[in-house]
């Protein structure tokens, strides 16, 4: 057996975006999805999941990609991270060619799913190189990210962008924008995630954005005013000044209101952290529920974050320096 594991993510700035050629910079966080990727002696496909959300809860299903998991958590969650996995599995076998090769595949994640922590990215780049791996063949960075952009691509319709597989394989911070994917130097930034329980359906937020622009020129513009926002935050960021990062990454989630990304307790949660004094925040990845990303160095966001009404879990997130770690 194969294991590698690939961290989650946030986004300081830009997702959506990203999708329309702006940059985006999102930053590994020391979350983790492991997948142990083991060959069969036949052709099918044994998915077995634990640990699919951050609350603890364990979800155990044995099926085939064929059969629905006899399982208690939201159907349409668990259809998106066996379409992942099915996905992966497919570009396992393209890169090495063994196309009728079955496998075992073991998931634990500390990421909840959808929830916009990079849970399907991590999930597809930890299981591409476990599975390549299995069949003798290690890749390189770029193509592990390239065949994990593949899987998302198709799992979600043809829209997505580089930003989240390239994270998750090459961990630290990145800047994506179109095809260009690089890392970047960040300052030590004091993350604190907050997680309303909940997720979104990434398809369908970023088929929304894309009918808004189409609709509405002033959506249009507000995708190129949030890749101004990022321009502006990479040079804070490499001024290592938190305080405009902060208030940057304030404009950024009041633009993504704006495109219709945001929730009750997104916004909720974001505002718990202004008031408790965070340089700033703003939720992260699709949207529709899931987390925000606050940047605070004392404990009082994460404070406030634990008494407010909608909030489920926070913690603080350490900057997750590598992508991809091979473990067997
Ligand atoms: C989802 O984590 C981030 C989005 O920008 C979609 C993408 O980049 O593929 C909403």
Same mark, same amino acid.
């Given at each position: 057996?194969?294991?590698? $594991?690939?961290?989650?993510?946030?986004?300081?700035?830009?997702?959506?975006?990203?999708?329309?050629?702006?940059?985006?910079?999102?930053?590994?966080?020391?979350?983790?999805?492991?997948?142990?990727?083991?060959?069969?002696?036949?052709?099918?496909?044994?998915?077995?999941?634990?640990?699919?959300?951050?609350?603890?809860?364990?979800?155990?299903?044995?099926?085939?990609?064929?059969?629905?998991?006899?399982?208690?958590?939201?159907?349409?969650?668990?259809?998106?991270?066996?379409?992942?996995?099915?996905?992966?599995?497919?570009?396992?076998?393209?890169?090495?060619?063994?196309?009728?090769?079955?496998?075992?595949?073991?998931?634990?994640?500390?990421?909840?799913?959808?929830?916009?922590?990079?849970?399907?990215?991590?999930?597809?780049?930890?299981?591409?190189?476990?599975?390549?791996?299995?069949?003798?063949?290690?890749?390189?960075?770029?193509?592990?990210?390239?065949?994990?952009?593949?899987?998302?691509?198709?799992?979600?319709?043809?829209?997505?962008?580089?930003?989240?597989?390239?994270?998750?394989?090459?961990?630290?911070?990145?800047?994506?924008?179109?095809?260009?994917?690089?890392?970047?130097?960040?300052?030590?930034?004091?993350?604190?995630?907050?997680?309303?329980?909940?997720?979104?359906?990434?398809?369908?937020?970023?088929?929304?954005?894309?009918?808004?622009?189409?609709?509405?020129?002033?959506?249009?513009?507000?995708?190129?005013?949030?890749?101004?926002?990022?321009?502006?935050?990479?040079?804070?960021?490499?001024?290592?000044?938190?305080?405009?990062?902060?208030?940057?990454?304030?404009?950024?989630?009041?633009?993504?209101?704006?495109?219709?990304?945001?929730?009750?307790?997104?916004? $909720?949660?974001?505002?718990?952290?202004?008031?408790?004094?965070?340089?700033?925040?703003?939720?992260?990845?699709?949207?529709?529920?899931?987390?925000?990303?606050?940047?605070?160095?004392?404990?009082?966001?994460?404070?406030?974050?634990?008494?407010?009404?909608?909030?489920?879990?926070?913690?603080?997130?350490?900057?997750?320096?590598?992508?991809?770690?091979?473990?067997?």
């Amino acid at each position: 057996m194969a294991v590698s $594991s690939a961290p989650g993510k946030v986004y300081l700035f830009g997702e959506h975006a990203v999708v329309y050629g702006e940059p985006a910079v999102p930053c590994a966080i020391e979350v983790r999805a492991r997948v142990g990727v083991e060959k069969r002696a036949d052709s099918k496909l044994r998915i077995h999941a634990e640990d699919l959300s951050l609350d603890g809860f364990t979800v155990e299903y044995g099926g085939t990609a064929d059969g629905p998991p006899d399982v208690d958590v939201q159907e349409s969650l668990l259809d998106a991270a066996m379409g992942y996995v099915d996905s992966a599995i497919e570009q396992v076998r393209d890169v090495t060619g063994e196309d009728q090769v079955g496998f075992d595949v073991t998931i634990e994640s500390d990421i909840p799913l959808g929830a916009g922590l990079g849970s399907s990215a991590a999930v597809a780049v930890a299981a591409i190189d476990a599975g390549t791996r299995e069949l003798g063949t290690t890749l390189e960075t770029d193509e592990l990210a390239e065949r994990a952009y593949q899987t998302e691509y198709e799992v979600q319709g043809g829209q997505a962008s580089r930003a989240d597989t390239f994270c998750s394989a090459t961990g630290g911070a990145v800047r994506v924008e179109g095809d260009d994917c690089r890392s970047l130097d960040a300052p030590d930034l004091p993350i604190v995630v907050g997680f309303d329980g909940g997720a979104g359906d990434t398809g369908k937020l970023v088929a929304g954005v894309r009918s808004l622009r189409e609709e509405y020129e002033f959506a249009a513009d507000t995708v190129e005013s949030i890749g101004d926002i990022v321009r502006n935050g990479e040079q804070a960021l490499a001024a290592d000044d938190i305080e405009e990062i902060g208030r940057l990454m304030d404009f950024n989630h009041g633009l993504l209101s704006a495109l219709g990304v945001s929730s009750r307790s997104l916004d $909720s949660m974001v505002w718990a952290a202004r008031n408790a004094g965070a340089h700033g925040a703003k939720l992260t990845g699709a949207g529709g529920g899931g987390c925000i990303v606050a940047l605070d160095p004392t404990d009082e966001t994460e404070t406030a974050l634990s008494y407010t009404p909608g909030c489920e879990d926070t913690f603080r997130a350490e900057l997750a320096e590598t992508g991809v770690e091979r473990l067997e």
